[in-house]
């Protein structure tokens, strides 16, 4: 068996090297053929990440002739359940397995399959709870007269205007006013 390896950190000054060698720890104990390693340095967010997508490229072809793709941890190729569903189904789509060392996932097998998609399911539900909770959270505090945002700042527009008119840049006076220069300027045309 073959196996190409994705490992990924968010920022430059982290390192790399953990999630490289549980990758070939991994394939070392397993008797895999490690044939292509793809690290990245940014954030999971970011689906753009250069060696994700010459991954993504080299599997179209399956230049290595790779059954599978290996990770350390499922955050590392994909940050929301839905991008990391897709993911594995490009895979998939590419008779590619998928294997997550540290949460045991091998997709090479039915019961792996089944373990992943039960995985997300559970990670999906809890998402859904906790956006519920939020959404319940936020109407019972509305309820009780909490405002949310940024406390609206006093701005007296006569004052602002005489000191525009002194000569003062507005920079300086929206600082002194403890306001942005954009709050200033709306609440100049707010209040002609």
């Known amino acids: 068996m073959k196996a190409i390896g994705y490992a990924r950190v968010s920022t430059q000054d982290q390192k790399l090297d953990v999630q490289i060698e549980q990758i070939k720890r991994y394939c070392e104990y397993k008797s ?62 590419k008779e590619l397995g998928f294997v997550c060392i540290n949460a045991n996932i091998d997709t090479t097998s039915n019961e792996g399959r089944l373990f992943f998609h039960m995985m997300a399911s559970f990670a999906e539900y ?36 005489r000191r525009i008119a002194d000569g003062v840049p507005k920079t300086k006076v929206a600082r002194d006013m403890g306001i942005s220069r954009s709050t200033l300027h709306r609440r100049l045309n707010n209040g002609k």
């Open 32 to 93: 895999i053929d490690l044939v292509r390693l793809y690290t990245d340095k940014a954030s999971g967010a970011n689906t753009d990440r250069p060696e994700f997508q010459e991954m993504l490229i080299d599997i179209e072809s399956n230049a290595h002739g790779a059954d599978v793709i290996i990770v350390w941890k499922l955050d590392r190729i994909g940050r929301s359940l839905k991008n990391l569903i897709e993911i594995v189904d490009i895979f998939k789509s």
């Open 126 to 161: 809890e998402r859904e709870l906790i956006n519920e909770r939020t959404t319940l959270g936020r109407e019972a505090a509305l309820a009780k007269g909490v405002k949310f945002g940024r406390p609206v700042v006093d701005v007296d527009v006569s004052e602002v205007m």
